[in-house]
């Protein structure tokens, strides 16, 4: 069931996180290199994993919330 729960989580965060928050956010500090197609792919993976890093420990915080309001 937890297990359900964090990918439901992590789904949702990654649907409803604006990129333009992990833009603002993270993307200004980042050199990202290549130029044209290249670059911008490198772009996209590199917002995609920090979107999905950034999911992933909210999502643990979330059930780990649940897991202390339940004992």
Do not use: C, Q
């Not at 949702?12 to 990129?19: E, K, L, N, Q, V």
């Not at 890093?53 to 909210?58: M, P, Y």
């Amino acid at each position: 069931m937890k297990i359900i729960l964090f990918i439901i989580i992590w789904i949702a965060g990654m649907i409803f996180i604006p990129d333009r928050w992990i833009d603002n956010a993270f993307m200004s500090h980042i050199h990202i290199e290549g130029d044209g197609e290249a670059g911008m792919d490198n772009y996209d993976f590199t917002l995609l994993l920090i979107k999905l890093g950034l999911t992933a420990v909210i999502a643990f915080l979330v059930l780990w919330f649940f897991r202390l309001l339940r004992r």
